[in-house]
C-alpha cells in the first residue's frame, strides 16, 4: 500500500538517515569515517537527497518534497494548500523517525564521544559564527536559490531528476554551506533537534533551542520569496 503521507514520510527518514548518518560517520569517535571531512558530509547529504527522492517516489509520493520548505513554495506557486498540512506533518515524523535510526546506528559511539557539540551537529545544523541576522541571511539565500533551481528542473520523478537535485544540494553544501550549516529544510533540523532533545543519548548536552528558530524560519521565508519570484518569471 502506498499514498503521498507514507512517500514523505519514509522519504524523508530516508533522507535524514543517510544525511545525518554520514555527520555521525564523520564527527562521532572511533567511527571508520572520523574527521573524513567537509567533502564526506556533503556528499553523503547529496546522495541522501537523491535516494531519498527515489524512495519516497516509490512509496506514493511523486512530488518528493521531503522538505517543508518545498511544500510551502509548490504551495505559493499554485495556490493549492490541501496537501500542505499532511506533507510537513509526514515530513516531521520521518524527520525523527531518520534521527532514531542514526542513534541507533552509532550507539556504542555516543558514549565514547565527549564533545557535546559534535553529538549535537549529528542531529542538527549549528553555525561557524553566531550572528542571527547573517545566519538566518545565510540560509534565506541557500534555500532561496535551491527553490528557483528546483524551478528550473520540471519533474524529479523521471530521468535524471533526483541526482541533478542531489546535484544541487551537493554544490550549495560545498559553496554555501560554510556558514551557517544550510539546513535549508526545516525537517532536517527541527525533527531531529526534537529527537536529539527526547532521546536518552548518553553525555548529551542542549539541543540549543535558542537558536532553532534560524533554520526554520530562514528556509520558509527564502522559499516563500523564490516562489514569488518563479510566479512573476
Known sequence: MTSTFLGEFVGTAVLIYLGN???????????????????????????AVTIGIFISTKFGSPAAH???AV?????????????AFSFILAQMLGGILGSVLVWLQYFPH???????????????????IRNPLANFLAEFLATALAIIALGSFGSVTTGLG????GILVWSIGLSLGGSSGYAINPARDLAPRIAHA??????????????????VAGPITGAIA????????
Open 66 to 68: 521531503l522538505n517543508p
Open 110 to 128: 555516543w558514549a565514547v564521544t565527549e564533545d557535546k557539540g559534535s553529538k549535537l551537529a549529528c542531529f542538527c545544523v549549528a553555525p561557524a
Open 198 to 215: 527526547i532521546l536518552p543519548i548518553s553525555g548529551k548536552g542542549s539541543s540549543d533551542w535558542s537558536y532553532s528558530w534560524i533554520p
Open 226 to 233: 523564490a516562489a514569488l519570484i518563479l510566479k512573476m518569471i
Open 21 to 47: 548518518g554520514v555527520v555521525s560517520n564523520v564527527l562521532l569517535k572511533s567511527s571508520k569515517g572520523e574527521a573524513s571531512g567537509w567533502i564526506v558530509i556533503t556528499t553523503g547529504w547529496a546522495f
Open 71 to 83: 511544500t510551502i513554495a509548490e504551495a505559493v506557486k499554485s495556490g493549492d494548500w490541501s496537501n
Open 162 to 165: 533526483p541526482l541533478t537535485v
